[in-house]
T-cell receptor, first 109, second 114 residues
Framework: GEDVEQSLFLSVREGDSSVINCTYTDSSSTYLYWYKQEPGAGLQLLTYIFSNMDMKQDQRLTVLLNKKDKHLSLRIADTQTGDSAIYFCAETGTYKYIFGTGTRLKVLA | KAGVTQTPRYLIKTRGQQVTLSCSPISGHRSVSWYQQTPGQGLQFLFEYFSETQRNKGNFPGRFSGRQFSNSRSEMNVSTLELGDSALYLC?????????????FGQGTRLTVV
């Protein structure tokens, strides 16, 4: 099937780390992406990982990929109130992106 | 480098009307994809164009159509609007001869059908 699964909500305190999880379906996806959507806005590409990598770090963002379990995670270090948004993981299907349901991250001051 | 531009940002239409949305991709990008985002269905793929040709289409009725011009700008059209067409319509552009390339999204057009 095409279901990319994410938990719906995550709440963290400012300064803590956030970990957003995603389970994808297509083991042939070459890239896996994380997008951020703020209220009323489009999707902002945050980072991506090539499928032959296990980890990618980009400033406060760390992406971990477990190909065996088809599990992808996004860790945000030192989470700030400006990180409050919906986060989508996406895999590249045969000809389109397949998006997860989105995780709403709420950062408490 | 300018990003993906979608116009208009907001639209209110009446059931039965038709609507045209526009997307200007990042300069040099030749692939434009359209997605519909609703609270219930999430992000659903509509169609994708590359060099003026529709390469792929999602599972939407024929009321949804699109086209791409020689300058890579794309339009999508929805005819005979229904209440359920109310959604955020997102356009994504990529360099994209293959599908495994980064896609950059516009701000979206929020369509409300009343």
């Amino acid at each position: 099937g095409e279901d990319v699964e994410q938990s719906l909500f995550l709440s963290v305190r400012e300064g803590d780390s956030s970990v957003i999880n995603c389970t994808y379906t297509d083991s042939s996806s070459t890239y896996l992406y994380w997008y951020k959507q703020e209220p009323g806005a489009g999707l902002q590409l945050l980072t991506y990982i090539f499928s032959n990598m296990d980890m990618k770090q980009d400033q406060r963002l760390t992406v971990l990929l477990n190909k065996k379990d088809k599990h992808l995670s996004l860790r945000i270090a030192d989470t700030q109130t400006g990180d409050s948004a919906i986060y989508f993981c996406a895999e590249t299907g045969t000809y389109k992106y397949i998006f997860g349901t989105g995780t709403r991250l709420k950062v408490l001051a | 480098k300018a990003g993906v531009t979608q116009t208009p940002r907001y639209l209110i239409k009446t059931r039965g009307q038709q609507v045209t949305l526009s997307c200007s991709p990042i300069s040099g990008h030749r692939s434009v994809s359209w997605y519909q985002q609703t609270p219930g269905q999430g992000l659903q793929f509509l169609f994708e164009y590359f060099s003026e040709t529709q390469r792929n289409k999602g599972n939407f009725p024929g009321r949804f159509s699109g086209r791409q011009f020689s300058n890579s700008r794309s339009e999508m059209n929805v005819s005979t609007l229904e209440l359920g067409d109310s959604a955020l319509y997102l356009c994504a552009s990529s360099w994209g001869r293959t599908y495994n390339t980064e896609a950059f999204f516009g701000q979206g057009t929020r369509l409300t059908v009343v």
